[in-house]
C-alpha cells in the first residue's frame, strides 16, 4: 500500500509500466468533471470507475482483496476518506468465494490499521493489500484506477 500526494506522483510511474499512463491521464483530463461510471483508458488494460456516494462507518467495513488488478484509488471532493488496509495473509473469513468476473473478495476480518486520504492524494493497493475503503463520514467524490497486473 501505497499513500501519497499527486504532486508526487512521477515518483510512481517505474513501479508498474501502466503507472505512467494513469498519471497522464490525470495530468490532461479533468477528472473532477467525469461522469460517474466505467471510462477506459486501455480497454480492459487500464480504466478507472468514477464514483460518488457516502462514507460509512468503520463498522461497516469491509475487506477486499483484487487477483488482476492494482487500484489506485484517487480523493477528487470531500471529507478525507478512510481505508482499513490489512496484509493478504491476515485475511482469513471470507464472505464468500473469489468473484473471478469482478475480481474481487470480501473478507469480515478487522483492519489491522486505518488510514485517511485527503483531496488531491491517492494510495495504491496492490493484490497483496487488503483494503476496505469509502469509511469515514460525509459524501465524496473519487476515481479509482484499475491497471490490470
Known amino acids: 500500500m501505497i499513500l501519497d500526494s499527486l504532486k508526487n506522483k512521477e515518483q510512481y510511474v517505474a513501479l508498474h509500466p501502466r503507472f505512467k499512463q494513469v498519471f497522464d491521464f490525470i495530468d490532461n483530463t479533468?477528472?473532477?468533471?467525469?461522469?460517474?461510471?466505467?471510462?477506459d483508458i486501455d480497454g480492459d488494460n487500464i480504466f478507472v470507475n468514477v464514483q460518488e456516494l457516502d462514507?460509512?462507518?468503520?463498522?461497516?467495513?469491509?475487506?477486499?482483496l483484487h487477483r488482476k488488478y492494482i487500484d489506485i484509488q484517487l480523493l477528487l471532493k470531500g471529507p478525507a476518506e478512510e481505508f482499513g488496509w490489512s496484509e493478504k495473509k491476515d485475511c482469513l473469513k471470507p464472505e464468500a468465494?473469489?468473484?473471478?468476473q469482478k475480481d474481487v473478495q470480501f473478507f469480515t476480518d478487522e483492519p489491522q490499521c486505518f488510514y485517511s486520504?485527503?483531496?488531491?492524494?491517492?494510495?495504491?493497493?496492490?493484490?497483496?493489500?487488503g483494503h476496505a475503503p469509502m469509511l469515514g463520514e460525509g459524501h465524496v467524490k473519487k476515481c479509482i484506477f484499475k491497471i490490470l497486473l
Open 55 to 64: 462514507l460509512k462507518a468503520r463498522s461497516e467495513a469491509r475487506l477486499e
Open 117 to 129: 486520504v485527503g483531496e488531491g492524494q491517492f494510495s495504491i493497493l496492490y493484490p497483496e493489500d
Open 97 to 100: 468465494d473469489f468473484d473471478e
Open 30 to 39: 479533468d477528472v473532477a468533471a467525469l461522469e460517474c461510471g466505467r471510462h
